[in-house]
């Protein structure tokens, strides 16, 4: 039995309509507790939902089927595609981190255990040249973990600051952003080495990292506004940025939806006395009004020709 439906609530500011537009929705069977991934896979999206010591793995199909595929043994910390099957990273029941591959249908192909301490920031998943992770178990350094059926290699540490520290992984590199008290400072690690990248700006309240097709996108809060700067890898220094309309969702977290463009993602809570708080997200792309929307987000992820958001109950469905 599915949950009940429309617990997201969406609008838009005025003068004019944002660049999505909400098109459908469909209920879950399982409320979401903590955390929640989206992820396509060919045709279909997988959903993945945090529920009690276990991850819940949902496959939806173009016509909006949806297949329970069997629990995942873990609590899930990161998901990512790579080559037709997820990379799923978190915690098993004693504590201890990890990383599945999972093929489509639900068939766990191998774990392996990341060595050493616990992970301050736990692995965030990718898929290079093979699946890799990023990981920290101290806060100025950023480790790289190779990942294979036969275990982790670390191949290197990559020296960052924050928080507020994001970290991107495409197109065979791996990309991080945080900021200090002198701006927005961004590193890209590739096979052949280190680039370092720095802007000045007043200290930012959060930063966001991705890639796109043809550049880079570098995104950060300064007081209530957000800026974006998107450009090729080696110009991100030099390009002007231009400042993104998020309305009320302001001085909130900030996430990059990977794709072919742009698309940024911020969330913010407000939290009055003796009222329950309010979760106020918005979806903008440079140039156009931002989608509000009002409810709790675990994840918003393209699919096909459109945008997928998970709520806690539902999942809902924006066309560009």
Not at 197 to 221: D, E, K, M, Q
């Amino acid at each position: 039995m599915t949950t009940p439906l429309l617990s997201l609530i969406f609008r838009s500011p005025p003068p004019s309509s944002p660049s999505l537009t909400p098109v459908g929705a469909l209920g879950l069977p399982i409320q979401v507790d903590s955390a929640a991934w989206a992820i396509p896979i060919d045709h279909d999206l997988h959903v993945l939902i945090n529920h009690g010591g276990t991850t819940v793995h949902l496959r939806v199909s173009p016509s909006h089927q949806v297949e329970e595929l069997p629990p995942l043994p873990l609590v899930a910390a990161g998901a990512a595609s790579c080559n037709q099957a997820l990379l799923i990273t978190g915690a098993d029941a004693d504590g201890r981190a990890l990383m599945l591959s999972v093929t489509a249908d639900g068939t766990v192909m191998w774990r392996v255990y990341f060595d050493g301490p616990t992970p301050t920031r736990w692995p965030t998943p990718g898929c290079m040249a093979q699946p890799v992770a990023v990981l920290q178990t101290m806060p100025e350094i950023l480790e790289v973990i190779l990942a294979s059926p036969q275990g982790m290699v670390k191949q290197r540490a990559v020296a960052v600051g924050g928080p507020p520290l994001d970290v991107a992984i495409a197109d065979e590199t791996i990309w991080a952003a945080w900021g200090d008290g002198t701006g927005v400072h961004a590193v890209r690690i590739s096979a052949t080495g280190e680039r370092r990248f720095h802007r000045t700006t007043l200290a930012p309240a959060n930063v966001a990292i991705g890639s796109y097709a043809g550049g880079v996108c570098l995104a950060w809060n300064q007081g209530s506004s957000v800026f974006l700067v998107q450009a090729p890898p080696d110009s991100l220094t030099s390009q002007t940025p231009q400042p993104i309309e998020m309305a009320d969702a302001s001085g909130g977290i900030l996430a990059f939806v990977s794709g072919t463009n742009p698309l940024l993602w911020a969330q913010h809570v407000v939290a009055i006395e003796d009222e329950p708080p309010r979760w106020i997200s918005a979806i903008a792309q440079p140039g156009h009004n931002p989608l509000l929307i009002e409810g709790s987000v675990f994840a918003v992820a393209r699919w096909g020709d459109g945008v997928v958001i998970v709520g806690a109950t539902e999942l809902r469905f924006l066309k560009q």
